[in-house]
T-cell receptor
Framework: EAGVAQSPRYKIIEKRQSVAFWCNPI?????LYWYQQILGQGPKLLIQ????????DSQLPKDRFSAERLKGVDSTLKIQPAKLEDSAVYLC?????????????FGPGTRLTVT | DAKTTQPNSMESNEEEPVHLPCNHS???????IHWYRQLPSQGPEYVIH???SNVNNRMASLAIAEDRKSSTLILHRATLRDAAVYYC?????????????FGTGTRLTIIP
């Protein structure tokens, strides 16, 4: 079974530039998550999709971050304009089941450096 | 969300058992206890989860205290590949709106 795919793996941009990250979840997984992980910290949830609808985006800085999930499959996370503090690893995850049988599957992440 | 407390770091010798503790004194009756680990330069991966009873799988065992205010992840025979950050997470079973709130975890170092 193919895992969660993310691209690019690494990205370096200057502050005030724009950047986009792409995620392809595991086939059939209805729920998709984007996390931000700053060095030395645990992942922080940015946004959660159920199919192509947003379930939770309470921690997404909406003035500069946006995300969409087309047709309930792939997803794109965009930052515009980027700030120095956006330097982090951006992780995508997906899940299938809810309730007792619940497990999130994570991609390898995209490491963003803003200079 | 109910919080968990873990030691920042632990060390263990290779091929010996490892016991990773987690305190969750404010856990509610419907909170599941999940463990994930994150190997260097990788995304987190699921290890194990439980509700009330002890659980075993191919990766580890989860021992849950009778009052559920603490739990212990047990790696029966640590290898160098088990060096990672281990996260103990409480999850509310909110059907259709499941999510995980990560803390800073325990960084496990395996000594050859």
């Amino acid at each position: 079974e193919a895992g969660v795919a993310q691209s690019p793996r690494y990205k370096i941009i200057e502050k005030r530039q724009s950047v986009a990250f792409w995620c392809n979840p595991i086939s059939g997984h209805a729920t998709l998550y984007w996390y931000q992980q700053i060095l030395g910290q645990g992942p922080k949830l940015l946004i959660q999709f159920q199919n192509n609808g947003v379930v939770d985006d309470s921690q997404l800085p909406k003035d500069r971050f946006s995300a969409e999930r087309l047709k309930g499959v792939d997803s794109t996370l965009k930052i515009q304009p980027a700030k120095l503090e956006d330097s982090a690893v951006y992780l995508c995850a997906s899940s299938l089941f809810t309730g007792s049988a619940y497990e999130q599957y994570f991609g390898p992440g995209t490491r963003l450096t803003v200079t | 969300d109910a919080k968990t407390t873990q030691p920042n770091s632990m060390e263990s010798n290779e091929e010996e058992p490892v016991h990773l503790p987690c305190n969750h004194s404010t856990i509610s009756g419907t909170d599941y206890i999940h463990w994930y680990r994150q190997l260097p330069s990788q995304g987190p991966e699921y290890v194990i989860h439980g509700l009330t009873s002890n659980v075993n799988n191919r990766m580890a065992s989860l021992a849950i205290a009778e009052d559920r205010k603490s739990s212990t992840l047990i790696l029966h025979r640590a290898t160098l590949r088990d060096a990672a950050v281990y996260y103990c997470i409480l999850r509310v079973a909110n059907f259709g709106n499941e999510k995980l709130t990560f803390g800073t975890g325990t960084r496990l170092t395996i000594i050859p």
